[in-house]
């Protein structure tokens, strides 16, 4: 069994030490955070972790206001980019706001958990 943030997680402690974790559920942002810092532990290497929950976001999107998510959750991305080696969204729905944003504001890499997990199971299964 594999969890589908692990390789995300892993990516990003092989990336860099200052890790940026955006969510817009607490309940989604803690258990990734907690995740990050273990994969840490386990591969011997310190990190900063810096975590962001982007308030209202869900519930707008819950609303029916993707825009309104989509505004919020690219201000916690721009912001974070300025702070951290590497971010993480602990919510794969967040993945789309990446596309949307300026090469200026993604000066640092932006993960998202479906394709490296995909990436990662094409290459232990061949």
Not at 56 to 70: I, K, P, R, V, W
């Amino acid at each position: 069994v594999l969890r589908v943030d692990q390789p995300m997680a892993d990516r990003a402690v092989a990336t860099g030490k200052r890790i940026g974790v955006v969510a817009t559920l607490s309940t989604t942002l803690e258990p990734t955070c907690d995740l990050v810092k273990r994969r840490a532990v386990a591969a011997g290497k310190e990190i900063e972790l810096t975590s962001k929950l982007c308030e209202g976001a869900f519930e707008a999107l819950m609303s029916g206001d993707a825009q309104t998510h989509d505004d919020i959750v690219a201000a916690a991305l721009k912001q974070l980019t300025n702070e951290v080696d590497v971010i993480l969204l602990a919510q794969a729905s967040m993945a789309r706001v990446v596309s949307v944003l300026s090469e200026e504001d993604k000066k640092v890499p932006i993960l998202a958990s479906p394709p490296l997990a995909m990436e990662y199971l094409a290459s232990v299964l061949k």
